[in-house]
Protein backbone atom coordinates (compact mmCIF):
# COMPACT_ATOMS: atom_id res chain seq x y z
CA UNK A 1 0.00 0.00 0.00
CA UNK A 2 1.32 3.22 -0.99
CA UNK A 3 1.90 5.87 1.91
CA UNK A 4 3.53 8.84 2.74
CA UNK A 5 4.36 9.96 5.89
CA UNK A 6 5.63 13.79 7.38
CA UNK A 7 7.71 13.80 9.95
CA UNK A 8 9.44 16.80 11.85
CA UNK A 9 6.39 19.29 12.93
CA UNK A 10 6.01 21.22 16.51
CA UNK A 11 6.13 23.97 18.21
CA UNK A 12 8.45 26.75 17.12
CA UNK A 13 8.68 30.54 17.88
CA UNK A 14 8.21 33.69 16.04
CA UNK A 15 10.84 33.57 13.11
CA UNK A 16 12.15 30.49 14.10
CA UNK A 17 12.66 27.30 11.63
CA UNK A 18 11.56 23.95 10.89
CA UNK A 19 12.29 21.26 8.48
CA UNK A 20 9.17 18.97 7.67
CA UNK A 21 10.05 15.46 5.88
CA UNK A 22 7.92 12.98 3.72
CA UNK A 23 8.91 9.87 3.61
CA UNK A 24 7.61 7.35 0.81
CA UNK A 25 6.62 3.54 1.03
CA UNK A 26 4.82 0.84 -0.75
CA UNK A 27 5.49 2.25 -4.37
CA UNK A 28 8.35 3.50 -5.99
CA UNK A 29 7.63 7.55 -6.06
CA UNK A 30 10.65 8.81 -7.58
CA UNK A 31 9.07 9.52 -10.95
CA UNK A 32 6.20 11.38 -9.72
CA UNK A 33 5.75 14.93 -9.00
CA UNK A 34 5.69 16.22 -4.90
CA UNK A 35 4.02 18.87 -3.47
CA UNK A 36 2.81 20.60 0.21
CA UNK A 37 -0.38 22.02 1.28
CA UNK A 38 -1.36 23.12 4.45
CA UNK A 39 -4.49 23.57 6.51
CA UNK A 40 -5.44 26.14 9.46
CA UNK A 41 -8.56 25.31 11.38
CA UNK A 42 -11.81 26.99 9.75
CA UNK A 43 -9.51 27.48 6.77
CA UNK A 44 -9.35 25.85 2.98
CA UNK A 45 -6.33 23.82 2.10
CA UNK A 46 -3.50 25.94 1.13
CA UNK A 47 -0.76 24.97 -2.01
CA UNK A 48 2.68 25.70 -0.05
CA UNK A 49 4.82 24.43 -3.09
CA UNK A 50 5.44 21.66 -5.81
CA UNK A 51 8.78 19.87 -7.02
CA UNK A 52 8.79 18.54 -9.96
CA UNK A 53 10.42 14.64 -10.49
CA UNK A 54 13.36 15.45 -10.74
CA UNK A 55 14.06 18.35 -8.46
CA UNK A 56 14.77 20.51 -10.79
CA UNK A 57 11.90 22.90 -10.82
CA UNK A 58 9.74 24.24 -8.40
CA UNK A 59 6.82 26.65 -7.92
CA UNK A 60 5.57 28.41 -4.21
CA UNK A 61 2.43 30.04 -2.99
CA UNK A 62 2.29 33.62 -2.44
CA UNK A 63 2.34 33.11 1.14
CA UNK A 64 5.66 31.40 1.51
CA UNK A 65 7.83 32.62 -1.72
CA UNK A 66 11.64 33.58 -0.08
CA UNK A 67 10.59 31.61 3.13
CA UNK A 68 9.81 27.80 2.33
CA UNK A 69 11.92 25.64 0.28
CA UNK A 70 10.61 22.36 -1.38
CA UNK A 71 13.83 19.65 -2.17
CA UNK A 72 13.47 16.03 -2.67
CA UNK A 73 15.93 13.10 -2.57
CA UNK A 74 15.07 10.41 -5.50
CA UNK A 75 17.46 8.25 -3.55
CA UNK A 76 15.76 7.78 -0.72
CA UNK A 77 12.26 9.07 -1.57
CA UNK A 78 12.13 11.59 0.62
CA UNK A 79 10.91 15.08 0.24
CA UNK A 80 11.66 17.76 2.65
CA UNK A 81 10.23 21.25 3.87
CA UNK A 82 12.63 23.88 4.97
CA UNK A 83 10.58 27.00 6.90
CA UNK A 84 12.42 29.88 7.95
CA UNK A 85 10.91 33.02 8.78
CA UNK A 86 7.72 31.30 10.25
CA UNK A 87 5.05 33.05 11.77
CA UNK A 88 2.08 32.84 13.56
CA UNK A 89 0.28 32.52 10.83
CA UNK A 90 1.60 29.55 9.43
CA UNK A 91 0.14 27.62 12.35
CA UNK A 92 -1.17 24.77 10.40
CA UNK A 93 -1.63 21.38 9.75
CA UNK A 94 0.96 20.39 6.99
CA UNK A 95 0.55 17.54 4.39
CA UNK A 96 2.58 16.46 1.16
CA UNK A 97 1.50 15.15 -1.54
CA UNK A 98 2.14 13.10 -4.94
CA UNK A 99 0.93 12.11 -8.19
CA UNK A 100 2.41 11.08 -11.61
CA UNK A 101 1.24 13.99 -13.41
CA UNK A 102 3.38 16.92 -13.92
CA UNK A 103 4.04 19.28 -11.18
CA UNK A 104 3.61 22.37 -13.68
CA UNK A 105 0.43 22.05 -14.30
CA UNK A 106 -1.91 24.45 -12.37
CA UNK A 107 -0.31 22.33 -8.88
CA UNK A 108 -2.09 24.15 -6.60
CA UNK A 109 -5.40 23.43 -8.69
CA UNK A 110 -5.54 20.14 -9.71
CA UNK A 111 -6.00 16.79 -7.90
CA UNK A 112 -2.88 15.15 -6.25
CA UNK A 113 -3.02 11.35 -5.55
CA UNK A 114 -1.53 10.54 -2.57
CA UNK A 115 -1.95 12.21 0.75
CA UNK A 116 0.20 11.95 3.96
CA UNK A 117 -1.49 11.94 7.42
CA UNK A 118 -0.42 15.46 8.39
CA UNK A 119 2.09 16.91 10.68
CA UNK A 120 1.18 19.80 12.70
CA UNK A 121 2.90 22.99 12.88
CA UNK A 122 2.42 25.57 15.56
CA UNK A 123 4.24 29.10 15.79
CA UNK A 124 3.75 30.91 18.65
CA UNK A 125 4.37 34.70 19.22
Known amino acids: QAQLVESGGGLVQDGGSLRLSCAASGRNFAGYAKAWFRQAPGKEREFIGA????????WYGDSVKGRFTISRYNVNDTTTLQMNELRPEDTAIYYC??????????????????WGQGTQVTVSS
Open 51 to 58: VNWSGERT
Open 97 to 114: AARQRGAAIRPAETPWDY
